[in-house]
Structures are given as C-alpha cells and as structure tokens.
C-alpha cells in the first residue's frame, strides 16, 4: 500500500487549501478513507472521514464546517478541502484507510500511511 499527499502549503489565516491523497497497492472503491493531522508536538488525530462509495463523511468537531472530504474512485484520491484556515490548522497532514479514528490509527500502526503534505497557518 503506497499513499502520497499534496497540496499543503504556507498560507494566512482566513485562506483555503485543497489537499489530495493518491493511493495505489489497495482496492481503493473497497476502502473507507481518512484525513489525519500532527500538530508540533503532538500526537496524530483523526480529523475526517469518507465512505467507499463518498455518500457519508464523518468529521472532527475541530475542522466540522471547515473542511470538506471527498474522493474520486476513478483516480484512487481523496481530497480534503480546507476553508477559513486558522493558525491552530498548522500541522503535518496525512491520510490512511479508516472510516473511523481507531480504523485509521491501526492502519498507521501498519505502516498504511503516506508521508503527509505540511499546511502552515500564519496570523
């Protein structure tokens, strides 16, 4: 399983990034998909999730309302849509299989994880 994240960038408050995950050694329609961040010194949490088919999303209350999760099946991508972006959004961001927290975690364990993309929020 190889999972490769862009889109991240250094942008002020207010603005919006668009991240992607692009994912091959997987049967990708099969798996429920999640967003993870690293703040600085943190431990990794779960922010978002979308179903196979991308019918139910599951959010974070952190980011609910301000990011949006979606996927195309035909690419093997997930996106997560990052609006109204505030300095506590600066973090390493990664994703992984799960369709929740605990799912995606393991998987982390597993090593099913990209590297992340780096989104820093400046004031």
């Known amino acids: 399983v190889q999972l490769v994240e862009s889109g991240g960038g250094s942008v002020q408050a207010g603005e919006s990034l668009k991240l992607s995950c692009v994912a091959s050694?997987?049967?990708?329609?099969?798996?429920?998909m999640s967003w993870l961040r690293q703040k600085p010194g943190m431990d990794l949490e779960w922010i978002s999730s979308?179903?196979?088919?991308?019918?139910?999303?599951n959010y974070d209350d952190s980011v609910k309302g301000r990011f949006t999760i979606s996927r195309d099946n035909a690419k093997n991508t997930v996106y997560l849509l990052l609006t109204g972006l505030k300095t506590e959004d600066t973090a390493m961001y990664h994703c992984?299989?799960?369709?929740?927290?605990?799912?995606?975690?393991?998987?982390?364990?597993?090593?099913?994880w990209g590297p992340g993309t780096q989104v820093t929020v400046s004031s």
């Open positions: 992984a299989p799960g369709r929740i927290a605990s799912e995606a975690l393991a998987n982390v364990r597993r090593g099913y």
């Open positions: 979308i179903s196979p088919g991308g019918g139910h999303e």
């Open positions: 050694g997987l049967t990708f329609v099969s798996y429920a």
